[in-house]
Nanobody
Framework: QLQASGGGLVQAGGSLRLSCAAA??????????VGWFRQAPGKEREFVSAISWSGGSTYYADSVKGRFTISRDNAKNTVYLQMNSLKPEDTAVYYC???????????????????WGQGTLVTVSS
C-alpha cells in the first residue's frame, strides 16, 4: 500500500516535496520501480517521473525536466519528488505508483505499475 503526502498550496516559483511511503506488507520495497503521475481537472492522467528499484535510473516528462527531482530511500521505504520552480500548470492531484514486473511499455506507462497511492493535491497559484 502506498501513501502519498506533501501536497499543498504554493505560489508560482515555489517548491514542494512530495513523499510516497510504502507499507511493505511482506513485499520488499527496494524491488519496485516507483513512478509519479498527475491528473489535472478535466485532463487525463500524465506521467511525471519514475525511478528504478535501485535509484540508479530516473526518468522525467519533458514538462518537468530540470525542475523536478525524484529520489528514493529504500531504508525508509520512501520515494521523494522534489518540485522546484513550480508553475500554475503543475496544479494537479499527484499519484505515486509502484511496479515490479516489466512488460516493455516503458516507465511512463501507467500499465507498468500495479499499486497506486491515493493522491495528494498540489495547487500552484499565479
Amino acid at each position: 500500500q502506498l501513501q502519498a503526502s506533501g501536497g499543498g498550496l504554493v505560489q508560482a516559483g515555489g517548491s514542494l516535496r512530495l513523499s510516497c511511503a510504502a507499507a511493505s506488507a511482506g513485499r520488499t520495497f527496494s524491488n519496485y520501480r516507483v513512478g509519479w503521475f498527475r491528473q489535472a481537472p478535466g485532463k487525463e492522467r500524465e506521467f511525471v517521473s519514475a525511478i528504478s528499484w535501485s535509484g540508479g535510473s530516473t526518468y522525467y516528462a519533458d514538462s518537468v525536466k530540470g525542475r523536478f527531482t525524484i529520489s528514493r530511500d529504500n531504508a525508509k521505504n520512501t520515494v521523494y519528488l522534489q518540485m522546484n520552480s513550480l508553475k500554475p500548470e503543475d496544479t494537479a492531484v499527484y499519484y505515486c505508483a509502484a511496479g515490479i514486473s516489466y512488460s516493455g511499455r516503458g516507465y511512463a506507462s501507467g500499465q507498468e505499475y500495479d499499486s497506486w497511492g491515493q493522491g495528494t493535491l498540489v495547487t500552484v497559484s499565479s
